[in-house]
C-alpha cells in the first residue's frame, strides 16, 4: 500500500494559497506591498510559516525563488 500523504502536515513549504490555512490577509499586504514598490522583509521564529508564505507569494507573482539553505 502507497504511504498516504496530508498537505497540511508535510514539511516541505507549500506554493499555492490553496495549500496554507489563515494568512490570506499576510499574503495579500506582501503582495500589495511588492506592487506598489517595496521590499518587505518577513522575519518571525523557525517553523512559523515564513518560507511557506513567500513561496506562495512568489508562486502567485510569477517570481523565482533560490534557496541559499545548505542540503
Do not use: A, H
Given at each position: 500500500?502507497?504511504?498516504?500523504?496530508?498537505?497540511?502536515?508535510?514539511?516541505?513549504?507549500?506554493?499555492?494559497?490553496?495549500?496554507?490555512?489563515?494568512?490570506?490577509?499576510?499574503?495579500?499586504?506582501?503582495?500589495?506591498?511588492?506592487?506598489?514598490?517595496?521590499?518587505?522583509?518577513?522575519?518571525?521564529p523557525k517553523?512559523?510559516?515564513?518560507?511557506?508564505?513567500?513561496?506562495?507569494?512568489?508562486?502567485?507573482?510569477?517570481?523565482?525563488?533560490?534557496?541559499?539553505r545548505r542540503?
Open positions: 500500500m502507497p504511504p498516504v500523504f496530508c498537505k497540511f502536515f508535510d514539511t516541505r513549504p507549500k506554493v499555492s494559497r490553496d495549500s496554507v490555512f489563515g494568512r490570506d490577509d499576510v499574503i495579500n499586504e506582501i503582495e500589495r506591498l511588492l506592487n506598489s514598490g517595496f521590499w518587505p522583509v518577513i522575519l518571525g517553523r512559523v510559516g515564513k518560507t511557506t508564505v513567500m513561496r506562495v507569494v512568489i508562486n502567485e507573482l510569477g517570481g523565482i525563488y533560490i534557496s541559499m542540503q
